[in-house]
């Protein structure tokens, strides 16, 4: 398992967590979580809904309490440090933009809380909206932003007063699919231009994957892996990690040598895989149909266009079905009897 | 919250205790058996049976009369609404002396109809009848009237295009929806005239007393305090029942309807019958609410030019120790000092009752906090008079024991006022400003003071006006050389002669001009697309 976790002790650590537990109602919704994020990085924490990320950042943020366990921002402790005086940003799921205000006055909230001169204020919000692509809007009325629009808004305005970690919850969420994978790439420039210390929560592994240097995979209010996106998308530690990032082709099998013994029969498993009962995935690529008598005998029970290439839904005597990906001119019609091969690049033993 | 809650502790909880161990501590024992002793009296018996049945009837008649009225808000549009609706809304704000004056000039000796046809109604139950339909004709319109304005018209189309006629689409799909504001409408009304006291004392004569004005004579003429505190627990127990199911009612109210904007649901009445409809309740309106102001203003000026008004700044008239006009400016002051303690105790605890996450406790308060609102200035002024008029506190002497009253009194209008505004402020837009480096205190200053500013206003606005017209707690400790208006009003009508009565119509126009301008500053303040929010009481 290549797991790159940060020590959260490491010096150049500028946000740590040490077991940090918050209960609601005796139910823990953040379990002794481990957490490192380093001056600079992008750390997006990625999990279904209940999976305690926000909780997560808005412990960071000072606005929920921590039950037990430490945090700590540039190696000093936070418990007694209330939100205001913390230093950190957060850009809330639906914006949270200042009704009453115009563009103007909500960039500029922070500074005038900080006290900057007044001069000053308006440099830095013409600079930011500049920043974010809305030059000229400062005098506009918020309700009078687009979707699209008022995400900058609330991006200029968290940080404008150059928080020292930046922190977004669901940051794209509301917003259509194709503006959404734009601003994807808007936002890692930005950071890496500006320098920004992020930490992201998002249940898209879509946007989690194009924005973060290291995906965190949250569940129940624990950390389930963490690695840079390659890494967990190659290397998917658990049967949940794998099914979180849509993969179906997941079965109970016992690996002994090269070999796992599972449902669809004998799959060859890459070399130094961990022996004993596992769950097994494999990869839809990994999936390779040969002519009918060979390998795995199944049908095809459904196929779906999927842009690149086509699912194609198989159904097997016994065991749950398989998705297998095909390029586009070779793949069976429904119905079709087909034989399947497995190849081991593609296949991941998992923990159990 | 613990500003608040002393302040309740301290001006309600205590004398109600006082007025519970007035009427059942007796000779150092315990007696329960007093209440069934003063419930035994006919007199008595009397009374109850007279307060529950004449706000029964009061209730009944004021839906009959305001349902068509909050029909044709709702559904209708035509030019000068909004002026008739801040016509309707003057009632519901003037003092209760006003009101009984103003029928007193229309039906009572002397009266208008008096003049016209030798017809008397101010000794028969008809008069306060008519002055509660007068009060509450803005209670349902307001608050049936503000939900069907925002019941979405295309239900009832829905109902229609699966084949329900217009009637039955009406009654299986409005209705519905419709019945528990107009439950809740019925039961406020009922509440008002159970506990209705200024317009009884002054149309009632010998023959009439509700049980607020029976405590009010068992105190000041018969000086039976105990029997009154019996009344008082009685009422105070009656008030709480009622409560109780106004709130339930509410809670059956604030489930899913679907809502919309009550600019999209009125148009243009069509047809003779609606235009009729329309007519009817323009006359109405007319007949019940603007005549009887008229009558009070005319009979103001009953001596040549403003012969009344003069006599109103003679000190030498004996009844006062001072001028009556003096209670103007005293009206004022008490009016303005109760504003400001009820704008601090009632925003402080609706701050409190809007923070998510209110424990039980805090709601439990909610409901305690409007208790004052039901449980009758009489019972305030009574426990006022028993409970602060010794060690370890005697406010008796000090000033500010009438602004205390009526700040008592109009809490309740500042937290419902407050209350919904607040709690429309999503808890992430602080938590936003707090990320951003507001303090706690600028928080409250930068997010929830701009939003509220409106609200704060209007909540200030009702709490002077309820204070100015408060006359059921003032008539009691208000001190003889300190009259308030309407207590001055009252004083005047109790007198004989032609120039007392007069003198009290001119008194009471004056009272009536200075609340009518209040609501009307209120009307231009009203928080815009919260329906209703000002009036739902």
Known sequence: MTQSRQSPQSPQSLLSLERATVRFDGRPVLDAVDLGVAEGEIVCVLGPSGSGKSTLLRAVAGLQPLDSGSLSLDGRDQARVPAHRRGVGLMFQDHQLFPQRDVDGNVAFGLRMHGFPRAEQDDRVRDLLELVGLPGAARRGVASLSGGEQQRVALARALAPRPRLLMLDEPLGQL?????????????????RLGTTVLAVTHDQGEAFALADRVVVMRDGRIAQSGTPLEVWQRPVDEFVARFLGFDNVVAATVSGQVADTPWGKVPVPEGSAQGPCALLVRPAGVRVVAAGEGLRCTVAARTFRGTHVAVHLSTEGAPRLEAACALREAPEPGDEIGVVFDAAEVVVLRR | MVLPVAFFALFFAYPVAAIVARGLHVDGVWQFGRIGDVLAESGVRHVLWFTVWQALASTALTLLIALPGAYVFARFEFRGKQVLRAVVTVPFVLPTVVVGTAFLALLGRGGLLDELWGVRLDTTVWAILLAHVFFNYAVVVRTVGGLWSQLDPRQEEAARMLGASRFAAWRKVTLPALAPAVAAAALMVFLFTFTSFGVVQILGGPTFATLEVEIYRQTSEIFDLSTAAVLTLVQFAAVGAILAVHAWTVRRRETALRLVDASVTARRPRGAGQWALLAGVLGTVVLLVVLPLAVLVERSFGAPGFGYYEALTNDDGGIFLVAPIEAVGNSLRYALAATAIAVVIGGLAATALARRGAGRLVRGFDALLMLPLGVSAVTVGFGFLIALDEPPLDLRSSWILVPLAQALVGVPFVIRT??????????????????????PWRVWREVDLPLVRRALLIAAGFAFAVSLGEFGATVFIARPDNPTLPVAVARLLGRPGDLNYG????????????????????????VPSRAGATGEF
């Open chain 1, 176 to 192: 259509d699919r194709s503006l959404r994978e734009r601003l994807v790439v808007e936002l890692r420039e930005l950071f890496g």
């Open chain 2, 418 to 439: 407050m209350l919904p505004v607040l709690r429309a402020v999503d808890t992430r837009l602080r938590e936003a400003a707090a990320v951003l480096g507001a303090s």
């Open chain 2, 503 to 526: 003198q009290a119509m001119a008194l009471s126009t004056i009272l009536m001009v200075v609340c009518a301008v209040a609501l009307l500053v209120l009307e231009r303040l009203r």
